[in-house]
């Protein structure tokens, strides 16, 4: 992936995180996932009162594409943070990574944690869910 790709993403996850519904922890994170075909979709972490029911801001990204029937991705950008604008990278939790590996090879796959467009770290999904689960498993 070319580096105006990665900025690209980084902007669009940047914007995503404004709409975070996050009146509990204040933690925002924005998300910005890439299709290979070329498409992008945003997203938001959203909160419940019943805690458990948060969404974070990656799955809503992965469910909106699945949903809109995009279901090969390249990449996806990251940010969050309790502040006005993040000031550390973002990771993905244990849930959403498993999201991803059910819809992406590992070892192409590549996740951007970013403060923003120019402190970002990118690394594969097989780097951040080693000897992950997937669907390869199930296979007879
Ligand atoms: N959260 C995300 O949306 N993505 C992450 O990668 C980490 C955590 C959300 C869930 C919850 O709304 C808040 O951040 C604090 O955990």
Do not use: W
């Amino acid at each position: 992936m070319n580096k105006e790709t990665e900025l690209m993403l980084i902007k669009t996850a940047l914007e995503y995180r404004k709409h975070s519904y996050s009146p509990y922890s204040h933690f925002k994170v924005g998300a910005a996932l890439l299709g290979k075909n070329g498409r992008v979709f945003g997203g938001c972490n959203i909160e419940n009162a019943g805690y458990s029911s948060t969404n974070c801001a990656e799955r809503t990204a992965f469910f909106k594409a699945v949903s809109e029937g995009t279901r090969e991705f390249e990449a996806i950008a990251i940010v969050g943070g309790a502040g006005e604008e993040p000031s550390e990278l973002c990771a993905p939790c244990g849930v959403c990574r498993q999201v991803m590996a059910e819809f992406c090879k590992a070892d192409e796959f590549s996740i951007i944690m970013a403060v923003n467009e120019e402190n970002y770290e990118v690394h594969t999904l097989a780097e951040l869910l080693p000897y992950g689960f997937g669907p390869a498993n199930l296979d007879t």
